[in-house]
């Protein structure tokens, strides 16, 4: 009974619509979610730009700190530490051998690249050791 009451009451306040005022109501509310996403759409933009450029200047002061560290670094160095000789060209470093004269370590350097099918310069040998 109330429902109906209020019903009546509500009906009786409502007017009727034209085509032309419905149509000028639903462009108006499609503008207003439209500006709304636009809006929504610069302001994520913004933070990200905001962000972006925060890290490239976090990323540029590490690098420059870590530049500043290298300068400094080999002057740090004293005369008395040992220098290492530089590397030859597709050279990987020195090899321990143990027991292993260097004709049977190079020898087994060439059998392991060829059974990996591997150029000598792209393999790192650290040591070798005879098993007795």
Request: aromatic share 8%; glycine share 4%.
């Amino acid at each position: 009974m109330f429902n109906n009451l209020l019903f009546t009451a509500a009906a009786e306040n409502v007017k009727e619509m034209s085509i032309g005022d419905a149509a000028i109501t639903a462009v108006f509310g499609y503008s207003v979610v439209f500006a709304g996403l636009v809006i929504l759409m610069i302001l994520l933009y913004c933070t990200g730009a905001y962000f972006k450029s925060k890290d490239a200047k976090e990323k540029a002061a590490a690098d420059a700190a870590k530049a500043a560290a290298q300068k400094a670094a080999p002057a740090e160095k004293s005369p008395e530490a040992k220098t290492e000789l530089p590397l030859a060209p597709g050279s990987a470093g020195h090899v321990k051998l143990f027991d292993v004269p260097d004709k049977e370590a190079a020898m087994i350097m060439a059998i392991v690249a060829d059974k990996m099918q591997k150029p000598l310069n792209e393999l790192h040998f650290i040591s070798i050791k005879e098993v007795k």
